[in-house]
């Protein structure tokens, strides 16, 4: 069975940093690409970043760019997200999501974790 | 990276068909036939429903379907049922390892 757990959200202050952390089980992690998708409290979902399954492609959202740094360790099964620079607007609900390709681009997101919760307020 | 444009809402009765748009741009939806459609009940994570356009995972019910014309992807529920109420969201490839989502639809079953 498919796991993904996030982990590292919680309550900081803006221009702080925060790393979450997706610990994958139930497949093989290195053969697909992953994502970090958020969802603020009562509104849309959001892609913020993916990475393909070699770390070779990584692609962000334009409004996470220069702040925010995707990486994996499939050697631990885990991907994550350095969140630098954050703010108020970065207040939401983190999935991590795998993807049924390697590479990112064939938009098929099949397996998403339950998120965690990231409230960035002073 | 501007958010695929949506309806906010749509609604049907029990056993009609629905159909939600979802319009980008000639450097997302219409570039690629890469659009895949989720399904979102509330405090659920999304489910989903529709890849590469119009094909869909196994296990999802052949009542829905989707298209792609120009730079609008479409998803079609057919024999709407109680449990379709949720909300739906679309999403492309953009193109340089990036992917955008559509601002949701919410789909009321009368």
């Known amino acids: 069975e498919v796991q993904l757990v996030e982990s590292g959200g919680g309550l900081v202050q803006p221009g702080r940093s925060l790393r979450l952390s997706c610990a994958a089980s139930g497949f093989t992690f290195d053969d697909y690409a992953m994502h970090w998708v958020r969802q603020a409290p009562g509104k849309g979902l959001e892609w913020v970043s993916g990475i393909s399954w070699n770390s070779g492609s990584i692609g962000y959202a334009d409004s996470v760019k220069g702040r925010f740094t995707i990486s994996r360790d499939n050697a631990k099964n885990s991907l994550y997200l350095q969140m630098n620079s954050l703010r108020a607007e970065d207040t939401a609900l983190y999935y991590c999501?795998?993807?049924?390709?390697?590479?990112?681009?064939?938009?098929?997101?099949?397996?998403w974790g339950q998120g965690t919760l990231v409230t960035v307020s002073s | 990276q501007s958010a695929l444009t949506q309806p906010a809402s749509v609604s049907g009765s029990p056993g009609q068909s629905i159909t939600i748009s979802c319009t980008g741009t000639?450097?997302?939806?219409?570039?690629?036939?890469?659009v895949s459609w989720y399904q979102q009940h509330p405090g659920k994570a999304p489910k989903l429903m529709i890849y590469?356009?119009?094909k869909r995972p196994s296990g999802v019910s052949n009542r829905f379907s989707g298209s792609k014309s120009g730079n609008t992807a479409s998803l079609t529920i057919s024999g709407l049922q109680a449990e379709d109420e949720a909300d739906y969201y679309c999403c492309s490839y953009a193109g340089s390892s990036s992917y955008v989502f559509g601002t949701g639809t919410k789909v009321t079953v009368l």
């Open positions: 999501a795998k993807d049924e390709y390697a590479m990112v681009r064939g938009v098929r997101i099949d397996y």
């Open positions: 000639s450097s997302d939806v219409g570039s690629y036939n890469l």
């Open positions: 590469e356009g119009s």
